[in-house]
Structure formats: structure tokens, C-alpha cells
């Protein structure tokens, strides 16, 4: 342990103060707040009502979503020729979307799962809201295939069925592949999310004042009691079902970047998209996070103290890192292309660089590698609306990148004469529109009837706050 005594003499006292101050882990929870006090700063989200600038960006997000079902109808009705799809073009901004919905998805949990695994304190204010994300974000993904299919009331034929069905699916189908891997993660990441909030759900139920809140609220948590035993066996399945999360993670990114690098299109016969995928999903993950938390904790003031500047300087620290990591891989698949003497590979990037959809190549390369490098500065990293509006800025270059990965590999294929430009229509923008204010919707939702925040984990911050104190105070040392 640090302290001023063990420091060279001949430095000053303020210099001493400043080694100390630079080199001591900054708390977690700030302003010496106890465990009552995050009690309520965090159920009092769900039990008071709602803040006008809440009501107001869910009238935004319930509008937004609403152009899902209107173009849902429009779409059922008419056919699938309202979308942008022609030949070669078919997979537009239906499957790209897809994709980018499944890799924040993938995040959530991932992040979550691994900062469990890997005991990192910070992850107990931002797990929550992560583990929300993904499901939500899950959600929003399955409607474009589902509706890609063309005859949506035959989507049972991608789920399991009895044989005596005498229906046979096609295991050689990527979709069919999506559909298990995909269906399986959501599985196990609603499990995740909601036995961790089995303990907050209770502290839920033990304020309740209104008998039907009181008695949903002892169903949802099982009836705990938070006996020794129970604490035993949640701390025990929480960890496991951590462990089955983070491998299937890795497995369902794997399987969807598969789809792309089996095939023999150049642009996607690429050995490095597992990789990318899941480099590039905890990227726009922690993006996405950010984008949620920090408007957040700026709604309810009280949260700064449990969302502090060292948690938004650590997801920058990550999108930074995961950020330049994913710009290795753009690097390297330019790089193989011209390496390979294959006039075919060279030419997609040619194509993606200089070709009509050149804006959205420099989108993507600008906004994913360019722009976190602005993270290196620690000035930029402690101020939260710049990360903010970074955040936002990932997100877009990672829909680019997913824009270019679909459309430029496949407007462009080995033969000339059937080159076609694919541009989406409203049906194809109202449809991602209508995601995204889905998605924003029901997190907001989530945060009038959840716990937002851990309340269980940011108190166990609390204790080991308090532990340190007093071995301080006994003069003992302690490694936190």
C-alpha cells in the first residue's frame, strides 16, 4: 500500500499528494454513500413517477417504433418487392441490419459475462443495463429474417419439430444454423439477465407499497428470502451461467460471421471475420452502452455516484483498444487482397474504395479506427458528452461496416454484366427505424420497472469501501 511515508523525503507534501492521488484506485462509488442510500437512489427510478424528459424521449422512441408495424403490414401485404432487393443484390439492408443488431446484442452479455469472470468491480454499475441491451437488441434482430423469408407463416419450419412432422429442415442452410445458434443465446442471456436480478427484484417487493405491486414482484423473485443458503446458490449459478454465456457468445458470433466467410464471394471469403466479429461486437457494444448510460445517469442525477467518470473512462479505454484492433483488420484484409494476386479479391476493395459506395468505406474506416483514437486523451475520456457523441458517431461507422461488407461485395460479383446498384427504399429505412425506436423504447420501459443499476453488486463496493477503512484504521494494510 501507498502512503506518504513510504515516498522519497525530499519530495514535497503536495507532491506527495499528487503521486498519491494519481496512483490510488478511484472509487467506484463516490461521495462515501452507504447501503441505504443506494437503495433508494435506485428503486426510487422505479417507485417515483416518471421525469418530463423521460415522457419525452419515449414519445420519440414509441413514434419511431411505429414505423415497424406500419411497414411490416405494408410489406406482408404487398410482397417482397418493396424492399431494395434485386439480382445480385440479395441481401440488403435487411440482413446487414441484422447483423448489426446481432452484434450489440452479442455485447451485452459478453461484456457482462467477462468482466464476472474476470472480477472486475467496475462492471457492477453498467452489467444491468448491458444485459438488457442484449435482449432488446435480440429482439429487434429477429424481425429481419424472419420477415426476410418471404412466407412468414412458414417460420416453423426453422424451429425443431417432431419427425413425425415428416418435416426436414436444411442443416446445410446458414439461416437454419442463425436460427439455433441465435435462439439458444437469447435462451441463456434471458436467464442471465433475470436470475441476476433476482436479489433487486425482492428489495423491489420488500418496499412495495400497493398490495399487487407487492405480490408481482414476490412472484417474479421466486419468494426470496436472502438467506445465507440462497446468496450460496445464486452466487454459484450466477457464475455459471456467466461461464455458458461467454462460450456461446463466442460460438453465435463465430457462426454468423460464418456465413459470410464459407461462401466463395470476394469480399467474404474471409478467414479473419470470426475475429472481427467479435472484436467488432464488444467495439459497438461498449458504444452502445455508453450511448445509453450517460443520458442516463445526466436524467437521474443521483446515479453519477454510481456511474462514475472512472466507469466512462474505462469504456472508452476498451473502445479505444477494441477500436484499434478492428482497424488491424481492415489493414490486413486490404493487404491479403493485394497479397493473394487474385484480380477478383483486389478489385472488391478497389471497388469499396473508389467505387459508388465509397462514402460508406469512409465512414466506417473514419469513425472506427480514426475517431477512438481521440480516446488516448484523457481530457476527452473524463468528459461524458464527448463520449457520448463519439458513441454515437461508433455505432453509425459500425452499421457502415456491415454496409459495406453486404452491399459492395455483392452489387459487384465476378461478373460484370450482372453488376446492379441496390438502392433501399422507404420500407427498407422505415424497417430500421422502426428497430431503433423499439429498442430505445422498451430500455426505457425497462428503467421504470427494473432496477437499472445492481443494487446487490455496487453494494458489495460499499463493504469492501468500508473493510478498507478500518483496517486503515487499525493500521493494518490491504490490497484491494
Known sequence: MISKSTLPSQLSQKQKELIIQELERPLLVLNDRNYGWITDAVCSI???????????????????????PITIVYFISTGLGVWGLNSPVFWGLAILNFVFWIEIGHAGTLISAILLLTRQKWRNSV??????MTIFSVLCAAVFPLFHIGRQWMFWYLVPVPESYAIWQNFRAALLWDEFAVGTYFTVSCLFWYFGLI????????RAQKRWKKRLYHVLCWGWSGSAAEWHNYELGYLCLGGIATVLVVSVASVVSTDFATTILPGWHETIFPPDFITGAIFSGFAMIATLLIPLRALYPQLKDLITPKHIDNMARIM???????????????FTSWYSANNYERYVFWNRIFGPYRIAYFLMFGFNVLLPQLFWFKRIRLN?????????MINVGMWAERFVIVVTA???????????????????????VGTVGFFFMLFLLFTRFFPVIAISEVKTLVYERERRNNSSNEGKTYEG
Request: glycine share 4%.
Open 410 to 432: 455483392l452489387s459487384r460479383d465476378f461478373l460484370p454484366g450482372s453488376w446492379r446498384m441496390y438502392y433501399p427504399t422507404w420500407v427498407d429505412i422505415g424497417l430500421f
Open 320 to 334: 479505444l483498444a477494441t477500436g484499434t484492433m478492428v482497424g488491424y483488420s481492415y489493414l490486413i484484409e486490404l
Open 384 to 392: 461524458p458528452w464527448i463520449v457520448f457523441i463519439l458513441s454515437i
Open 46 to 68: 422505479v417507485e417515483k413517477p416518471a421525469k418530463l424528459p423521460w415522457w419525452i424521449a419515449f414519445i420519440i422512441a414509441f413514434i419511431l417504433s411505429l414505423f415497424l
Open 127 to 132: 452489467n444491468r443495463a448491458a444485459e438488457a
Open 199 to 206: 436479489p433487486d427484484i425482492a428489495v423491489l417487493r420488500d
